[in-house]
């Protein structure tokens, strides 16, 4: 499989409790970007990485969320002390540019339901 | 903040029927992207427009990006029950793409 990899596709958790949710990009792709899909909303950006720069994280929406990606690859986004309205879909993307007018190449996300 | 409001949210139309969804902005884009998402996926990329004015077509789909460049329609001709879809627009800023809501089209058979 060439595309955009997320795991896991369904996570259910109870509050309180912490999510790791993994992304593994198109090989060579240097941009990754991670949105969140809530029910009748669109995509909300949350962190986007580029190559070796500090990613943007001016999209996180608490502290409770974090993201790393090692070695210029695979992405994991960890939420801590997971809320209820923290259930959406988590959707990864990666680009070959960065930014821009690139494409945005998709995982198919991975859905989180808080109970 | 660059907000893009789509309209209509929601567009249900019969097998055949022409249809225009709109991603409107204050802002200017550099350039705009229209996606489709089908559900359990994630989005896909259709075009991309970046020239003000520019027309842009892909089968019966039919893409225009205002001469302001502030925004975009997507006009499909003789609707089919595959472009039932979630269809969002995303422009280009700060080294991201914003995504507006999306038009959820449904096409009955």
């Known amino acids: 499989g060439a595309g955009v990899s997320q795991s896991p596709s369904n996570k259910v958790t109870e509050k309180g409790k912490d999510v790791e949710l993994r992304c593994d990009p198109i090989s060579g792709h240097t941009a990754l970007y991670w949105y969140r899909q809530s029910l009748g909303q669109g995509l909300e950006f949350l962190i986007y990485?580029?190559?070796?720069?500090?990613?943007?994280k001016s999209g996180l929406p608490s502290d409770r969320f974090s993201a790393e990606r090692t070695g210029g690859s695979v992405s994991t986004l960890t939420i801590q002390r997971t809320q209820q309205e923290d259930s959406a879909v988590y959707l990864c993307?990666?680009?070959?540019?960065?930014?821009?007018?690139?494409?945005?190449?998709f995982g198919e996300g991975s859905r989180l339901t808080v109970l | 903040t660059q907000l893009l409001e789509q309209s209509p949210q929601f567009l249900s139309i019969q097998e055949g029927e022409n249809l225009t969804v709109y991603c409107n902005s204050s802002?200017?884009?550099?350039?705009l992207q229209w996606y489709r998402q089908e559900p359990g996926e994630g989005p896909v990329l259709l075009v991309t427009?970046?020239?003000?004015?520019e027309v842009k077509k892909l089968k019966r789909l039919t893409f225009q990006f205002g001469d302001a460049r502030k925004d975009s329609s997507l006009h499909i001709t003789a609707a089919q029950p595959g472009d039932t879809g979630l269809y969002l627009c995303?422009?280009?800023?700060?080294?991201?793409?914003?995504f507006g809501k999306g038009n959820q089209v449904v096409v009955i058979p």
């Open positions: 993307a990666s680009s070959r540019l960065a930014g821009g007018t690139g494409e945005l190449f």
């Open positions: 427009v970046v020239t003000g004015g």
């Open positions: 802002s200017v884009f550099s350039s």
């Open positions: 990485f580029q190559g070796n720069s500090a990613p943007d």
């Open positions: 995303a422009g280009e800023g700060n080294n991201r793409l914003a």
